[in-house]
């Protein structure tokens, strides 16, 4: 254990998401090293008492005592040490959840847990991922591209989906932990979300709101195979949504596991969650948020690192089927030494960054020839 490196922070939003991943992760992993990755790209090395002593992680933000040990994540890897270490990975959104920080790990055969990095960068593309999930046959949710514009271009666009449903969501094409979620209903929700969605820069899509019961499943890869699982339920007050104040400040939502189902919805949903796991090549542990609708269970969203924090689900799924979290972070280290002890001629090249950019269907292509190679 004492080659273990807690690597969390990173550059997105969901830097204090990743605070609070690696403060259960560390508390579980008595001997592993901690590591900041800083926003600004730095890295450095943390006392895990500093780490676990920290109060308020998803409202307050991690500040590293001391110089950072390495000026980047690459400039850290090429460091000849790191070649014996293997990083379990406490990292949320761009930059961490993206595939980005994978390549790098794969590039210079480093051990890491979690999804690879052409997993990754497909199941954090929503639209990409639901293009997957619908060829494996998974009933998705109906969803459209929202033009990058201003104000007026987005809100035409959000009105135009609104027309064909009576409800819709607006979510970024990339990103995790209902960070920039809009509910709209009425065209003044259409005007306030497409203020924000044109204020911030990011893709969006607008998906139709389907109404139901909220339920997400943890797929885990072992030494058993590949399993489902139990699945949580989500119950949200009227007039809420499960954003990030919800998730993780509990406002307005309530988080039940094993989920009140009956046995087979819970079933119909192990089984999508499992299905896109599969069909997106996921290799460690990921999570699947589906909704169970008048018409059965819809596909949402996969995540890839999925939160370990205290309070998330992959831990409440692992606790209800009797799985000890350390056995839970073993499983998933010696899973990353097989992978790391495979011949690269196996692996799939990821795209290119500007690639990632392009219609998913296009790049989707592009993976296929790299493979056929």
């Known amino acids: 254990m004492r080659d273990l490196v807690v690597l969390f922070g990173g550059p997105s939003s969901e830097r204090k998401v990743s605070v609070a991943s690696a403060q259960n992760v560390a508390s579980v992993l008595e001997q592993a090293e901690a590591w900041f990755w800083a926003p600004g790209g730095a890295i450095h090395r943390v006392e895990r008492a500093a780490l676990l002593s ?54 210079r055969r480093i051990a890491f847990t979690g999804p690879g990095a052409a997993a990754s960068a497909k199941a954090f593309d929503k639209e990409w991922a639901k293009q997957i999930a619908a060829v494996a046959g998974v009933p998705v949710a109906e969803s459209v591209h929202l033009p990058r514009g201003d104000q007026a271009t987005v809100g035409s666009a959000l009105l135009g989906f609104l027309a064909r449903h009576e409800h819709i969501v607006a979510k970024p094409v990339a990103g995790g932990s209902s960070v920039g979620l809009h509910l709209v209903g009425s065209v003044a929700d259409a005007q306030r979300a497409a203020t924000a969605i044109a204020a911030s820069g990011e893709e969006y899509l607008a998906e139709a709101f389907v109404s ?22 989500v119950r949200v007050e009227a007039g809420r949504a499960f954003d990030y104040e919800g998730k993780y400040l509990g406002k307005g939502t309530r988080e039940i596991t094993p989920a009140e189902v009956p046995p ?24 699947t948020d589906v909704i169970c609708g008048p018409k059965g269970v819809v596909f949402l969203e996969i995540n890839t690192l999925p939160g370990l924090t205290g309070m998330s689900f992959i831990p409440q799924q692992l606790a209800a089927e009797g799985t000890p979290m350390l056995a839970f972070l073993e499983e998933q280290i010696s899973l990353a030494h097989r992978r790391r002890d495979r011949s690269v001629s196996t692996q799939v090249d990821l795209p290119e960054t500007e690639e990632l950019q392009e219609a998913p269907q296009k790049v989707l292509v592009r993976v296929s020839r790299k493979k056929r190679r």
């Open 212 to 233: 139901g019961t909220e339920l997400t499943v943890g797929i885990v890869d072992d030494g058993r195979g590949t399993r489902a699982l139990p699945a949580s339920e």
């Open 54 to 107: 920290h109060a308020r992680p998803f409202e307050e933000e991690f500040v590293p005592a001391g110089a950072a040990a390495y000026g980047s994540l690459q400039e850290a890897l090429d460091d000849p040490r790191s070649q014996a270490l293997t990083f379990i990975l406490a990292l949320h959104g761009t930059g961490g959840e993206d595939g980005a920080a994978q390549k790098l790990f794969e590039e």
């Open 264 to 287: 087979e919805v819970s079933r119909a949903a192990q089984r999508i969650a499992l299905a896109v796991h599969k069909a997106l090549g996921c290799e460690g542990y990921s999570r």
